[in-house]
């Protein structure tokens, strides 16, 4: 293992995040609200030890990168960019707290959106500013946006983005993975900037726009509001967002080849056609249940219906209706949606789309060779044939998940969480949506949860970010021996 490579690409990646505190430094400067200190210093504190760290390690070395320490890179920059998110809260008092800060740093790099903060407009717009940022910086993986510029320092990073991206199938777009990076990252610059014009367009202030751009695209649902998008009550705003998360949802290399004119490959993708035909259906029953018991028009129950499903779905978890208040089978409809998740390749986390559908043909293969047992029979994946190995990767990721989910689920009524409340907080944060049910509601925070639930909660929003696998192999023993 290369521990000298690692310790030098982390720091890299910590002295970035401290320049990126930039932004909200400029935005306290301007406002004058008191936060310029401690943002200058969480910024030189960041920027000091990350540059230690590279000057510490720079000079000749192997500069080969292997697969386990691509994974090591990227489990513990996600660990030490949550520390250096924490600062800002911290330093400005505003999360005196540390398990606090970090979880809602964790929280924001992991696109989760859970908060422990029960009045989020009293934070000076420096500090919400900031929490966005991790959230549009963890959207695309801020892994990833590293592999653009370690061509640069003489480093491949093919092992970076299979341990970033450990989904099905890895649609390498381009033939070096730095262009690649640079495609997807280029593709996301574009969208959030379309969102931001549609949003300021329809009365939201440039600030409120540029927030909620920053945490829609990375289906991450921090907001700037108590209410979240239920504060602006307007039709227009909700569309907007609808549209925005729905394509965070879907696979990027997706978008890469409808640009690329491919429309006849985008519109043929099997997962595709699943995810969207799997949210049509989850919205109109969702919007046939809670019309004449919560909305007398069905226009209004469509409306927050299609609002709530896509925003759980595609795990974003912005809000604009207390679904608490819905008939339990709504409820319901929503915490399986928290397992679903979007697709692979999207911004978006939970099991994924893929996954479940080449789960339900292989189980459905199961069943036919039960009658045809000499039958030749073999999953597919649109018109590929899913080697085995994929196959045996997917059932182990649906176990260890469901595994994960129980025991984390156990733990958190072990400490004293009501039934509803411990179900449905880990399935939020193992599937990075945010608001859950409960005490954990979507008119509620994660403030209450005591400081050993916040930490097992952390631990779920990683363990769901980084797809299981890439933390777990850290703790088979083989993965250290030489």
């Given amino acids: 293992m290369n521990f000298r490579l690692i310790v030098h690409l982390v720091a890299i990646l910590v002295f970035f995040l401290g320049l990126s505190m930039l932004a909200p430094l400029g935005i306290s400067i301007y406002d004058g609200d008191g936060s310029v200190y401690p943002i200058l210093s969480a910024m030189l504190i960041a920027c000091v030890l990350g540059g230690a760290g590279y000057l510490w390690t720079r000079g000749p070395q192997d500069l080969y990168l292997s697969h386990r320490d691509g994974v090591m890179i990227v489990t513990f920059g996600w660990v030490v960019a949550g520390l250096a998110a924490t600062l800002p809260y911290l330093l400005s008092g505003f999360i005196p707290d540390f398990t606090d800060a970090y979880f809602e740093a964790i929280s924001g790099f992991t696109t989760t959106g859970a908060s422990i903060l029960k009045d989020i407009e009293r934070l000076p717009r420096s500090i919400l500013f900031w929490r966005s940022q991790t959230q549009w910086l963890g959207g695309m993986g801020i892994i990833v946006l590293s592999i653009a510029i370690l061509p640069y320092l003489g480093v491949g990073g093919m092992q970076l983005y299979k341990a970033e991206t450990p989904s099905p199938v890895v649609d390498k777009l381009t033939p070096r993975i730095s262009d690649t990076a640079k495609a997807l990252w280029k593709i996301y610059i574009f969208l959030t900037l379309l969102q931001i014009i549609l949003l300021f367009l329809g009365g939201m202030s440039l600030f409120d726009a540029v927030n909620h751009t920053f945490t829609t695209m990375p289906t991450g649902g921090f907001s700037t509001k108590n209410a979240s998008i239920a504060h602006y009550r307007s039709a227009y705003i909700d569309c907007v967002i609808i549209l925005f998360m729905l394509v965070a949802g879907i696979n990027f290399s997706l978008h890469y080849k409808l640009i690329k004119g491919r429309v006849g490959t985008f519109f043929s993708n099997p997962e595709l056609r699943a995810y969207l035909l799997i949210t049509g259906i989850f919205v109109l029953i969702v919007a046939w249940d809670i019309y004449g018991t919560i909305y007398n028009s069905f226009a209004d129950a469509f409306r927050y219906a299609s609002f709530q499903v896509v925003s759980i779905l595609t795990t974003t978890g912005f809000v604009t209706a207390d679904y608490e208040k819905w008939p339990a089978f709504s409820q319901l409809i929503l915490l ?124 779920c929003m990683l363990l769901g970010r980084l797809e299981i696998y890439t933390i777990l192999v850290l703790l088979v023993p083989g993965f250290w021996r030489k």
């Fill in 336 to 459: 399986l949606c928290m397992f679903i998740g979007s697709m692979a390749g999207s911004t978006g986390s939970g099991i994924k789309i893929v996954r479940l559908v080449l789960l339900l043909k292989h189980s459905y293969l199961e069943l036919f060779r039960i009658i045809h047992p000499h039958a030749v029979t073999v999953v597919k994946f649109g018109d590929v044939p899913v080697p085995q190995t994929i196959m045996r990767s997917i059932w182990g990721f649906f176990f260890l998940f469901l595994g994960i989910y129980v025991a984390a689920t156990l733990l958190m009524s072990f400490i004293g969480l009501d039934f509803m409340s411990a179900i449905s907080s880990v399935a939020a944060c193992l599937g990075n949506v945010g608001p859950a049910l409960g005490t954990v509601g979507p008119t509620d925070h994660y403030g209450a949860v005591p400081g050993v639930g916040k930490w097992i909660l952390i631990a």
